[in-house]
């Protein structure tokens, strides 16, 4: 979307209405079932290590409140948008930019979530080991995307491509793998205690 021209960044914003509906909708699902994936994979892994999995769980619950208001602020922009037809007042600019800092911030706690996902994928054997360390790469990707510009690194366009391709590819290689290939050696099985 067009940032420096408000007249270009409303209509983007008018035409792409109803995607704007269905990405808070879609987004809101999508981090309720972030929790209960990381939960799973708790499971999955404390064997390997009980601190790295709690790890993992604690870094995708503090992002998830985070993205959440994001998803709000959004909200916040469609009634905006609907109150003042026409035209995009500085408040919409504002809660534009409010959004994109809570998911900047939010790239924290990605990143820190996939270094223990990676550590333990690549311990367990879940996946191939070298899945799990692209996935440790692609958590050092995410955590780049906060630190770079809150430093006021100015970052070419080359190395910010490579770094957001190997975050992407590293999370969508991991979760292929697992669902077309199936999980590896599985860590040892959770004790149940009988009731």
Not at 61 to 80: E, K, T
Not at 90 to 110: K, T
Not at 128 to 139: A, E, K, N, Q, S
Request: hydrophobic fraction near 60%.
């Amino acid at each position: 979307m067009p940032e420096d021209d408000p007249a270009a960044l409303l209509a983007a914003l008018q035409l792409g209405r109803q995607a704007l509906d269905w990405s808070i909708l879609l987004g809101a699902i999508g981090f309720v079932i972030y929790l209960l994936l990381a939960a799973a994979f708790h499971r999955l892994l404390s064997p390997v290590s009980k601190i790295g999995a709690d790890l993992l769980v604690l870094f995708v619950a503090a992002s998830v409140p985070l993205a959440l208001m994001g998803m709000a602020y959004r909200m916040d922009l469609i009634a905006l948008l609907e109150a003042a037809r026409g035209q995009l007042p500085a408040e919409g600019m504002a809660l534009l930019q409010s959004e994109a800092h809570l998911f900047q911030l939010c790239s924290i706690f990605w990143g820190l979530w996939m270094l223990p996902l990676g550590w333990l994928s690549y311990r367990a054997g879940l996946v191939p080991r070298w899945v799990g360390l692209l996935l440790i790469g692609g958590g050092f990707g995410y955590l780049s995307s906060f630190v770079l510009p809150v430093a006021g690194v100015a970052t070419p366009a080359a190395i910010t491509g490579t770094l957001t391709g190997l975050t992407v590819g590293s999370e969508f290689l991991f979760i292929f793998w697992l669902i077309i290939r199936g999980a590896g050696r599985n860590p040892e099985p959770v004790a149940v205690p009988a009731s």
